[in-house]
């Protein structure tokens, strides 16, 4: 698909006119052109890091700032935000986002990330099978490692900090 606004947005001195941007959406038909001749074109966001399967509204904890990740975990467990999240999916450590669901709070994470105009996003979650990267309409990058709350064993997933270091091969 080939979207043809009036004109590309580059920077504040900078602007091209006619712009072609091809979006990759497999779904769509590779020939289809979509003219928009009042609109102008922005260059998309990237979101470095999200948790897509936890945007909470109402953020979760009240206590801000806290001294460590640990604290706000465990103040967070028992925020309002997160227990409704809980009746969709719970975090029983397995971090199978491709399981039930969790699918579903990804998908609004996504959501969320259109609607603010980001087109890559770091899910900072552990890594996933490559079904989980491939199921979106925007880039999930896969290429990362993470660890979260080291004093609580990596409570959001994944294995040891030494474990998830090696797993980078130094990249």
Known sequence: MKIIPYKAIINSEEKKSPHIILPDLNSLDPELEYSCPDCHAYPPFINSHD??????????GNNAPYQTTDIWVEEMKNSDSVLERNRIWFNDGTFDLMDGNVRLLAQLGIYKNIFSGCTVVQD????????????FPILVTPDYRQCHSISLGNWWGGRSASEE??????K
Do not use: V
């Open 124 to 135: 900072h979650a552990p890594n996933q099978k490559s079904e989980y990267y491939n199921q």
């Open 51 to 60: 948790h897509l399967i936890g945007n909470w509204i109402p953020k979760a």
């Open 165 to 170: 270091w090696q797993s980078t091969k130094g």
